[in-house]
Nanobody
């Protein structure tokens, strides 16, 4: 599967953005999807994941502010980000795997190219 992330940009602290990740192929509904982020000089970190049937998992740092969702008819997974903070600034990546959701970066089989989110104070 090929993944294309979009929706990043510059936003003020307290604002919102919605990221999208469009997937190619006819078997998107079989994949468990994740969002990760990476800031300069830091390791890529888990943000949120969603199972093929809608179960969700979040990192503590974004719980209550970010919401992951998916539309299998559109082959797309979303990340709604509210109450953004300057420390949320990073490049955000979507990823896919077949065998269940995971927080582990190395557990995902397919990756998009990332979209940059910058939160100004």
């Amino acid at each position: 599967v090929q993944l294309q992330a979009s929706g990043g940009g510059l936003v003020q602290a307290g604002g919102s953005l919605r990221l999208s990740c469009a997937a190619s192929g006819r078997t998107f509904s079989r994949y468990n999807m994740g969002w990760f982020r990476q800031s300069p000089g830091k390791e890529r970190a888990f943000i949120a994941a969603i199972t093929w049937n809608g179960g969700t998992l979040y990192a503590d740092s974004v719980k209550g502010r970010f919401t992951i969702s998916r539309d299998n008819a559109k082959n797309t997974v979303y990340l709604q980000m509210n109450s953004l903070k300057p420390e949320d600034t990073a490049r955000y990546y979507c990823a896919a795997r077949v065998a269940g959701v995971s927080r582990g970066v190395y557990e995902y089989d397919y990756w998009g190219q990332g979209t940059l989110v910058t939160v100004s104070s």
